[in-house]
Nanobody, 117 residues
Framework: QVQLVESGGGLVQVGGSLRLSCEASGTIVGRNVMGWYRQAPGKQRELVADITSGGKTIYADSVKGRFTISRDSAKNAVSLQMNGLKPDDTAVYYC???????????WGQGTQVTVSS
């Protein structure tokens, strides 16, 4: 079982920056993928970005060039640096851990990001 603790988020003006962090604890063995998803009111949860334990990254088209995901494998931690924030980025952001061996998921509790215009 993997537990995730998120930090960061908050209220920021258009064009501003925020940094989200997530640290995993528990039984972590082998390859995995950590990432960030978001869910806005009335919308489905969507991938923002993720990164494998080998460092391969994937970004949603809507955040490419503005957001950067990184991880500290020694700490089983992942961060999301968000620059050039837009009102459409407003959502609850969730950290996800996926075990590559059996594809089991763990999710964080979510952190609110609000971009005001």
């Amino acid at each position: 079982q993997v537990q995730l603790v998120e930090s960061g988020g908050g209220l920021v003006q258009v064009g501003g920056s925020l940094r989200l962090s997530c640290e995993a604890s528990g039984t972590i063995v082998g390859r995995n993928v950590m990432g960030w998803y978001r869910q806005a009111p009335g919308k489905q949860r969507e991938l923002v970005a993720d990164i494998t334990s080998g460092g391969k990254t994937i970004y949603a088209d809507s955040v490419k060039g503005r957001f950067t995901i990184s991880r500290d494998s020694a700490k089983n931690a992942v961060s999301l640096q968000m620059n050039g924030l837009k009102p459409d980025d407003t959502a609850v952001y969730y950290c996800r851990f996926c075990n590559s061996a059996d594809y089991t998921d763990s999710w964080g509790q979510g952190t609110q990001v609000t971009v005001s215009s």
